[in-house]
Structure formats: C-alpha cells, structure tokens
C-alpha cells in the first residue's frame, strides 16, 4: 500500500481510510486496531512482519498477546499468499 497524495486521484485521508479497511479485513482485526497500526506505519501484513513484536507493542501501545496474536495472523495471511503464487 503506498499512500501519497495526487491530484485527481483518492485523496490522502481517502487513501488512509483504504489502507484501514483493507488490513482489518486481512488480519481479521478492529478498524481501531487496524488505524493505530496504519497511523503507526504498518499497512501491510508483509509490514507487521518486518518489524517485530517488542517494538510494535511499544509503538503501538498494544499488550503482548493482541502483538503476538497480530504477527501470527499476519504470518499466516503472508504463508497463504506464497502458497497461492507458488500453486
């Protein structure tokens, strides 16, 4: 997901809203939990995963088990995908 600003295009706050909607979808998560991450700069699965669980936690503001719980999810969303592309 890359969010930038263009004229004629979704708007900045159109294109944050996007990015909300579609990791709460992915990750099965709330929209809140899916906009702390996002303002937060995590705005894919691929994204959670290239950081790790302390420094998310403390980002974030989330507990352990919601962290760990969001890099297993997002482990699995990532494994699912390699699967499909590799079918």
Do not use: M
């Not at 263009?6 to 706050?13: C, D, L, R, V």
């Not at 294109?15 to 909300?20: D, L, T």
Request: with cysteine; proline share 3%.
């Amino acid at each position: 997901v890359n969010i930038e600003k263009t004229a004629g295009q979704e708007s900045f706050a159109e294109q944050r809203q996007s990015a909300i909607r579609r990791l709460s979808e992915v990750l099965e998560i709330s929209d809140e939990t899916a906009q702390t991450l996002v303002d937060n700069g995590f705005l894919t699965p691929d994204g959670v995963l290239a950081s790790d669980e302390p420094y998310i936690a403390q980002v974030c503001g989330f507990d352990p088990a919601t962290t760990h719980s969001l890099f297993v999810t997002a482990q699995a969303v990532v494994d699912a995908r390699q699967n499909y592309s590799e079918a």
